[in-house]
């Protein structure tokens, strides 16, 4: 029996919330260092020194993270292709398949030390005497980060202008305005790192930067998910009585 053409596309429509939001709780696999020892202080350190090649938790680290990218890559290209194609939403879908397609790339790209935790790794990093890889996985790193902000801006603003998520025009644009703070939060710190003035809490920022893509992804994912032409219907509040 054949399957209707709207059956076909609600199905994909699901399968693209389902890939978001597995993209999004394997985006947030570092929380396990809550769990695991790995000598790695969180205030001060990269979210990516996790993923090291000399930390003894790297390969799961670098396991999850290639996960997350490839999850949000498929979950994003096949939104893409299943929902009505819109300016707006066609161009935050493709930047949302660039950070997808970007983070596991960075995956493939690891530190080969941990810069912040360790001063020999900083000295050598900033003598230049580190891996080709530290460059490729900055320039890779920045890349996932800018498709995440311009999926954000770009998927919220379409929310709002087309009315077709009103969850999403809703929450987005504290979830925009939080990320944006953060990234500053996360550049300043780098630079103060790189000239040698602290950390700033460079990694509480990065940390903050990453946990918000990872909301913003799960809210996506429920709004991809509804079926067409779902509307949200506040329910009303009950009359007093006399």
């Known amino acids: 029996m054949a399957v209707p053409p709207s059956r076909r596309v609600a199905l994909r429509r699901r399968a693209a919330a389902v890939l978001l939001l597995l993209g999004a709780v394997a985006y947030t696999a570092w929380v396990l260092e809550l769990v695991f020892a790995t000598g790695i202080d969180p205030v001060r350190a990269y979210v990516s ?3 090291a090649a000399d930390q003894p938790l790297g390969g799961l680290f670098r396991a999850t993270d290639l996960v997350a990218g490839l999850l949000v890559l498929a979950g994003a290209l096949s939104a893409l292709i299943t929902l009505e194609r819109r300016p707006w939403t066609t161009a935050g879908w493709a930047a949302l398949a660039l950070f997808g397609a970007a983070t ?19 000295a050598r990093e900033t003598a230049g005497l580190v891996p080709a890889t530290h460059t490729a996985h900055a320039i890779s790193s920045s890349l996932a ?20 998520w009103p969850r999403l025009a809703r929450l987005g644009p504290p979830l925009v305005l939080a990320e944006l703070a953060a990234t500053l939060w996360t550049l300043a710190s780098a630079a103060a790192f790189t000239a040698g003035r602290g950390t700033w809490a460079l990694g509480a920022g990065q940390r903050l930067q990453v946990l918000l893509v990872a909301l913003y992804l799960a809210l996506l994912a429920g709004c991809v998910g509804r079926p067409a032409g779902h509307k949200e219907v506040r329910k009303p509040k009950p009359e007093a009585r006399p």
């Open 145 to 164: 980060m800018t498709g995440a902000l311009a999926a954000l801006v770009l998927l919220t603003f379409a929310a709002r202008r087309h009315g077709h």
């Open 49 to 51: 020194e996790l993923a």
């Open 104 to 122: 596991a790339l960075d995956s493939r790209l690891p530190l080969s030390c941990a810069p912040t935790s360790d001063p020999a790794c900083a």
